[in-house]
């Protein structure tokens, strides 16, 4: 079993930054690729950042491919989302998720990739 907590989310202008971070528990957390997805209001749940085991593979969502990295330290269990230039149409709920096939590198874009799920932090951009 993973659980995961997420935290850094708030209220931030347009064109500022936050840094979302997902703490994990449980000693596999370094053997799992981890995503993140947002969710606005009235919307789906989206992709938006995936990265492998190690570190060594990123995916991004286009919407926010530039403006977002993705990143993980195994020794914290730890993984993070660093958001720049933020837009009004970045406000969501943004949930971390882990995807518990081992050692896997490939990409996951969809949300039946992933079987752990934390309960979102809410990220808010004003005009």
């Known amino acids: 079993q993973v659980q995961l907590v997420e935290s850094g989310g708030g209220l931030v202008q347009g064109g500022g930054s936050l840094r979302l971070s997902c703490a994990a528990s449980g000693r596999t957390f370094s053997n799992y690729a981890m995503g993140w997805f947002r969710q606005a209001p009235g919307k789906e749940r989206e992709f938006v950042a995936r990265?492998?085991?190690?570190?060594?593979?990123?995916y991004y969502a286009d919407s926010v491919k530039g403006r977002f990295t993705i990143s993980r330290d195994n020794a914290k269990n730890t993984v993070y989302l660093q958001m720049n230039s933020l837009k009004p149409e970045d406000t969501a709920v943004y949930y971390c998720?882990?995807?518990?096939?081992?050692?896997?590198?490939?990409?996951?874009?969809?949300?039946?990739?992933?079987?752990?799920w934390g309960q979102g932090t809410q990220v808010t951009v004003s005009s």
């Open positions: 990265i492998s085991w190690r570190g060594s593979n990123t």
């Open positions: 998720a882990a995807d518990s096939r081992t050692y896997y590198s490939g990409s996951g874009y969809e949300e039946d990739e992933y079987n752990y």
